[in-house]
């Protein structure tokens, strides 16, 4: 089936599945069931939280379960008026600031949650959540957005990025993570059904875990990131924390070499100050963006920049939902997203001289890009589209009547 056919079946089905009662059919489905909701933490509001929010939304009944929450105000209205039950760790000196340095004790914190009054148990885990302890008659389904990645394949690099971390107190940092991997695996074997976030991040859990997982993307708020019938500006833009592995630097450098393009670098970090002193005069770094500010500046971009490797990488469907075509690298995530030739191009290395080449090659193409069908293969991502992946998931779980004999 041609592309197009393609998209305009899953865009058919996105809007099938918008004039579904969620919520009556998840009850209908649960019959009774009592449904524990487990997050890792909540600090801030982005993509694991607008996770969490879609499974409050269907299962409004579930109880909710966190490490620790010091979520900022302005977000906790996302939690439908849920507070989360939390741990010992919530109430330890300096742990709004310092909670990644807790990192030894959430082994143990984790698998002293109660949950045993519990039918389901829902993990949404990028670090500790899926650690739970759950019984035979328990079905643990574990949404992973990642196996840890500063505990596998990221070790080296997140030591080298940390402070402080040469010498004696580096060598308890690498027994501390060696153990840490142990446990990780160890209690992959208590998840009966993993859901994973890409094929990607399916491919890690199959390495790191040794178990098969079932792809469901994360929801993209495709009803606010629309397409806009104005005509495009001549910018390109790239959305991203300003943090070495996103490699936005490299960006720069690629356009301080096409003084005829311009660029637009939204985002805060540590690496802000380096970016701004690196900006020619046709980059602009902007710094934070309001949404609708951010919106309205993808829905006007020529195209999406984005060098970094992600295990999914929402803000790259958030810019196809507004018709605006992706230039990435062609690993990870991203390999869900695009399809190169008709939603945006890959390159396929990190360096300023193969983000130069992917742009002058999108040009060539000129019109080759239609702003709909980038709108179309966006709403594979819509958040009606994961819920009935979710439905459709639980379904087969329940009704099969054994949990156990998920795993494989």
């Known amino acids: 089936m041609p592309i197009t056919e393609t998209l305009v079946s899953r865009s058919l089905e996105a809007l ?5 009662d969620w919520p009556a059919r998840f009850k209908k489905l649960l019959n009774g069931r009592r449904v524990a909701i487990v997050h890792d933490w ?6 694991a939280e607008r996770v969490v929010e879609q499974f409050l939304g269907v299962m409004p009944e579930a109880d909710l379960f966190a490490l620790i929450d010091f979520l900022p105000a302005p977000y906790r209205s996302r939690l439908q008026g849920r507070t989360p039950k939390t741990t010992f760790l919530q109430k330890l000196p300096g742990a709004r600031r310092y909670y990644r340095s807790l990192l030894p004790l959430m082994p143990l914190t ?14 949404s885990s990028h670090a500790v959540a899926k650690g739970v302890l759950t019984t035979p008659r328990q079905l643990h389904i574990c949404y992973c957005y990642t196996p840890m990645r500063y505990a596998w394949d990221l070790q080296n690099q997140y030591l080298r990025e940390a402070s402080g971390y040469g010498g004696l107190k580096g060598l308890l940092a690498r027994v501390l993570l060696h153990y840490l991997r142990i446990w990780d695996v ?40 629309q397409l806009n019938r ?12 300003l943090v070495p592995y ?21 985002g805060t970090g540590p690496e802000e100050r380096r970016c701004r002193m690196m900006a020619g005069p046709n980059v602009q770094v902007l710094g934070h963006l309001g949404p609708e500010k951010l919106r309205e500046a993808l829905q006007s971009a020529k195209a999406f920049l984005y060098a970094a490797e992600e295990d999914f990488g929402i803000v790259m469907a ?34 300023a001289e193969a983000i130069r080449t992917a742009i002058e090659e999108f040009e060539q193409k000129g019109q080759a890009y ?7 293969s966006a709403e594979r991502f819509s958040p009606d589209r994961f819920r009935s992946g979710l439905y459709r998931i639980m379904e087969e779980n329940l009704r099969s009547g054994s949990p156990s004999s998920a795993r494989a």
């Open 370 to 376: 239609d702003a709909n069908v980038v709108r179309l």
């Open 42 to 47: 909540f600090t801030v509001w982005s993509g």
């Open 110 to 123: 984790i698998e002293n949650l109660d949950l045993s009054g519990y039918d389901v148990v829902l993990t």
């Open 230 to 241: 104005k005509k495009r500006s001549d910018y390109y833009i790239t959305v991203s924390r």
């Open 246 to 266: 996103k490699c936005v630097p490299l960006m720069i450098e690629a356009f301080n070499r096409m003084p005829n393009r311009r660029l637009l670098v939204v």
């Open 16 to 20: 099938d599945a918008a004039t579904v």
């Open 318 to 351: 958030e810019a196809q939902a507004c018709g605006t075509p992706v230039i990435c690298y062609g690993e990870g995530g991203a390999r869900d997203i695009v399809t190169p030739g008709i939603t945006g191009e890959f390159f396929h290395r990190q360096s």
């Open 186 to 225: 160890r209690t992959a074997y208590g998840v009966d059904v993993f859901l994973s976030v890409s094929s990607f991040v399916s491919s890690r859990i199959e390495k790191v875990y040794r178990r098969s997982s079932t792809v469901l993307h994360p929801p993209v708020d495709t009803q606010y990131f």
